[in-house]
């Protein structure tokens, strides 16, 4: 690292920065003119790239949709296969001067030998690594490029019989690459290959930036101070400057010729800084930092990193319950809300720039503020990250690593610490990044799977030794190398099996679901940190109607089961429906009220793990979004659609939340304040009947601090003895904050089959809908024959209240208007 002095310049940083010669490396996207055939066949057919083998195949009609009905089982074979990509490409005479020449290869799934011009230039074993080739010696002005990717079992088969014991979770865990793509409970077997990411030809003389790392020394309101720490891919053989352009400010280093060092490092000062926060709690205020190498008045290179001004930590520590789990965000401990995140698509290449930008904004219009990427699916495009930064959306990142035990001889970990410094280093600027994990239930399934079943001791002692090698010194290394940030071993720190699972690190509650446990499981079992816990729902009309590709709304086809990946799926949705609500016999009336179960159990359990802060420090359901259309626990579902849990996420997650809980004879209600400030209101609290009628009511004025939970009023079911309970609401306001309690499950509710008053406004955005009913209407679900998105669905009408909902279209006209709710169900 050098010691140089930088200099300080006050000016107009664009100004500056616009005004001198660029004469920047030459960077040549390859992504056009691809073909492909299979290794057994002459015939080619065009690519994409990038891209992958399913939909190259499907968009030439070689193959069958498999997200269509049960077609999933007719593609299995193409991952059986080898294939090979092949592209032309001319070369100018001015790029074949340049000294440096470099074929860029951002991603390739997985075992790819890749050829330049019939000479084998790199073979590939990782989808998560980036490989960079010098390529000089092989280029000429007609080229040729071919990458041949050779099936994952021919490599795992091989690994598999070097070991004398079997590995769970198997035969993927000895390849590295996206682990869901071999099929989950929630995702299609769907095994890709081909060239995922990028390719690009790069070409420049003398040096060019490498990479920069903005590192945090200290951040105080009065002063941000980081560093440019600038690596180039050589050291400068001429005199060079390495100029950082941030906040209207120059600052520059001055580097002599003939340096023996690539790593310089630039001191920055920013005063009065605005911080980073996450969107529910300020403004998630970026710095542009701008980065040149200059030699002679011109700009050979540049680089342009956003930056966030923030301090964060995990606080693991003892106490005298166990071990707290909380993130200190700016000196403030901040509560996480959100849900856990995983691919959006099986076929990488379908998801653009505006799939990205919708998902996380339905992520902030929820009022989530973290996203878990899941270790079983892909460290996301950078687009994902820079969105996150934008829209002020922590992170927690997994490792690639789930559900299984991993290889541990020296060429996997050396192939796992290479991909780990590519990653790290890849997003390491992204202040939404506030965590990085090692894996995802690896350490829960070898000790309460039955994982170690069948081993000899000296067998279980390497497997677990080779877990600590990469979970416990390398992964840990790479971070602390390369980041300022925390890492975590293994989430959950303990699994439903152990006690301590409710008193220390995170948890994974799955004693809902796949132990049937009943929703007020989680009412009474509050961990530290729920970084999962979760239920299945029936997906919207729209993709029923797609997987089955019919109108009619059916769940029992053949096509619907193969979207069903758990085992006993049906069955767990059926029992906890019939614990809580009336089961239609109509398929399209259970679609709908799957969603309402699994809405409200979800509620429960975000609402007892917010009631209980600060013991609980966060509530991530499992999970946000789905890879492909299908029968499964996320809130949105494959096409865009918020579910009802969505919604209900949306309310639950408020900054502001009334939260009810029942106490033998009597309601307690909570206010929970997530601002950094405090909130001086009137508490109202009255009972009313399914009619509008008041038959109690009560208030007071109430300060409740900033950043609590606080029980603030206890409703004693004595004080109205004659009371009919499955006719009457709790409605509790505080300041624009409102929320009721309903006495009974909704299926002994009495509710009355009365009409819903519906008018409609054709506004800039799309339509106003405003509702009203002389009735309590539970649960209304709109649902419109023009695409677009409703503001508020699945909610509760009140009797004599009106509701407006802004129905957000392009459609001229919403043509039908129709709507569901519980009193058509089971009204009198």
Not at 441 to 453: A, K
Request: proline share 4%; aromatic share 14%; glycine share 6%.
């Amino acid at each position: 690292m050098n010691k140089l002095y930088p200099t300080l310049i006050l000016v107009l940083a664009l100004f500056a920065s616009c005004q001198q010669k660029k004469q920047l490396p030459s960077i040549v996207p390859l992504e056009s003119d691809w073909s492909f055939r299979s290794m057994n066949s002459n015939d080619w057919f065009p690519a994409t790239v990038p891209g992958n083998i399913y939909s190259d195949l499907i968009d030439n009609q070689l193959i069958e949709d498999p997200f269509i009905g049960a077609n999933e089982t007719k593609v299995q074979w193409v991952a059986d296969s080898t294939w090979v990509y092949q592209t032309n490409f001319d070369v100018s005479a001015s790029t074949l001067n340049k000294k440096n020449i470099q074929l860029e290869f951002e991603g390739l799934d997985t075992y790819a030998k890749v050829y330049l011009n019939d000479s084998l230039i790199l073979s590939s074993n990782n989808a998560f690594r980036n490989f960079k080739v010098s390529v000089g010696d092989f280029i000429s002005s007609r080229n040729t490029l071919a990458v041949h990717f050779s099936p994952t079992q021919i490599t795992e088969e091989s690994e598999k019989n070097k070991l004398d014991y079997t590995l769970p979770e198997g035969n993927r865990v000895f390849t590295r690459k996206a682990q869901f793509q071999y099929g989950w409970d929630w995702g299609p077997k769907l095994n890709t290959m081909g060239i995922w990411k990028g390719v690009s030809l790069q070409a420049w003389n003398e040096s060019k930036i490498d990479n920069v790392y903005l590192k945090k020394d200290s951040y105080t309101d009065e002063q941000a101070h980081f560093t440019a720490i600038v690596t180039l891919t050589s050291p400068p053989e001429e005199s060079t400057s390495v100029q950082v352009f941030v906040d209207g400010q120059e600052f520059s280093l001055q580097i002599p010729a003939e340096i023996q060092t690539n790593q310089f490092e630039i001191p920055i000062t920013i005063e009065d800084p605005v911080f980073w926060w996450p969107h529910n709690l300020g403004t998630p205020h970026l710095y542009e930092v701008e980065v040149q190498l200059v030699q002679n008045g011109i700009v050979r290179d540049e680089v342009v990193v956003n930056h966030g001004v923030r301090n964060v930590s995990l606080i693991a520590e003892e106490d005298e319950h166990g071990q707290s789990f909380y993130f200190n965000l700016n000196g403030v401990p901040v509560y996480m809300k959100g849900a856990n995140y995983i691919p959006q698509h099986s076929l990488q290449n379908r998801v653009t720039e505006q799939h990205y930008e919708t998902l996380l904004q339905d992520v902030v219009d929820a009022n989530m503020n973290m996203l878990r990427v899941w270790g079983g699916g892909i460290y996301e495009n950078d687009v994902f990250y820079d969105f996150c930064d934008e829209k002020g959306i922590l992170v927690w990142q997994d490792f690639m690593y789930a559900c299984a035990m991993y290889p541990g001889d020296e060429a996997f970990l050396e192939n796992a610490k290479q991909e780990a410094e590519d990653q790290i280093i890849r997003l390491r600027n992204h202040p939404s990044i506030v965590l990085w994990c090692g894996n995802n239930e690896n350490s829960e399934g070898w000790h309460r799977w039955g994982w170690q079943d069948g081993k000899t001791q000296a067998q279980k002692d390497k497997i677990w030794g080779d877990y600590l090698k990469l979970f416990d010194s390398i992964l840990p290394a790479e971070v602390a190398k390369h980041t300022q940030l925390d890492y975590w071993e293994s989430s959950p720190k303990y699994g439903r099996g152990n006690p301590q699972y409710q008193y220390e690190g995170d948890a994974h509650d799955w004693w809902v679901w796949h132990d049937a446990y009943p929703f007020e499981h989680f009412e009474d079992y509050v961990p530290r940190f729920m970084s999962e816990f979760g239920f299945q729902s029936f997906p919207s009309m729209d993709a029923m109607k797609f997987i089955n590709q019919s109108e009619e709304i059916q769940i029992d086809t053949d096509g619907m089961k193969s979207h069903q990946k758990h085992h006993r799926g049906y069955e767990l949705i059926d029992l906890y429906m019939e614990r809580d609500y009336n089961v239609p016999e109509n398929d399209e009336d259970y679609v709908y009220v799957s969603q309402l179960v699994q809405a409200r159990g979800m509620q429960m359990g975000i609402e007892a793990h917010r009631r209980a802060k600060p013991y609980n420090m966060g509530s991530l359901y499992w999970q946000l979004n789905d890879c492909w259309p299908g029968i499964s626990w996320s809130s949105i579902d494959h096409f865009g659609n918020w579910k009802a849990l969505h919604y209900g996420a949306k309310e639950a997650f408020e900054n502001v939340l009334i939260s009810f809980e029942s106490e033998g004879d009597q309601v307690d209600i909570y206010i929970v304040n997530d601002l950094l400030n405090d909130i001086d209101e009137t508490l109202k609290v009255r009972l009313i009947d399914f009619q509008g009628n008041e038959l109690w009511d009560s208030s007071k004025a109430l300060n409740v601090p900033s950043n609590s939970s606080m029980l603030v009023e206890s409703f004693s079911i004595d004080l109205m003895e004659e009371t009919q309970w499955n006719q009457v609401m709790l409605e509790a306001h505080y300041g624009n904050h409102s929320s009721t309690y309903l006495f009974e499950k909704p299926k002994n509710l009495i509710l009355e089959n009365d009409d819903i008053d519906i008018e409609i406004q054709k506004v800039y955005e799309g339509f106003s809908i405003d509702l009203k009913s002389q009735v309590f209407q539970k649960n209304v679900m709109l649902m419109a024959s023009a695409k677009g998105h409703f503001s508020d669905n699945y909610f509760d009408l009140k009797a004599n209240e009106k509701k407006t909902i802004l129905f957000q279209t392009e459609s001229s006209s919403i043509e039908e208007l129709t709507y569901k709710s519980l009193n058509q169900l089971q009204g009198k």
